[in-house]
């Protein structure tokens, strides 16, 4: 049995598409076919600036959090953040607990998406369209 993690799994899947999309194009001309038309992608920066910045005040509330642990004010923050990271070591050192932490990661992410979605006006109007073809709707 393959002991693969989502992580592993998901790179080794993206390393072999893009293996055979540059055999593709570079055997293009030898097997008289087109090349593959991949879309040009860009990413917008509003959201990633927005993202930077909600990052950047969680590190930097991190930090200020840590120091106040280190520099002796308040010892129950001090006793908790061991109370966790004494057993979280303990658990993460098993590899396929990090595969459990990956799948609860990937439920999350994906219940934003659908919770989005049902909030969203487009995707309330998607999903009633949905329900008008009879198909089935989380």
Not at 101 to 128: D, E, F, P, W
Request: charged share 20%.
């Amino acid at each position: 049995m393959l002991e693969y993690h989502l992580l592993t799994l998901v790179c080794h899947l993206s390393i072999l598409a893009l293996a055979l999309l540059f055999l593709w194009s570079n055997a293009a001309t030898f097997i008289n076919k087109s090349p593959p038309r991949i879309p040009e992608v860009q990413i917008p920066k509003d959201p990633v600036m927005e993202f930077a910045q909600a990052l950047r005040f969680e590190i930097n509330r991190a930090f200020a959090v840590l120091r106040d642990i280190a520099s002796g004010r308040d010892l129950k923050k001090f006793l908790s953040v061991c109370g966790l990271l004494v057993p979280s070591g303990y658990l993460f050192c098993d590899r396929r607990l990090m595969g459990l932490v990956y799948c609860r990661k990937l439920v999350q992410l994906l219940n934003t998406v659908l919770h989005s979605l049902r909030t969203s006006s487009h995707g309330t109007r998607a999903i009633r369209e949905i329900r008008g073809q009879g198909g089935p709707i989380c």
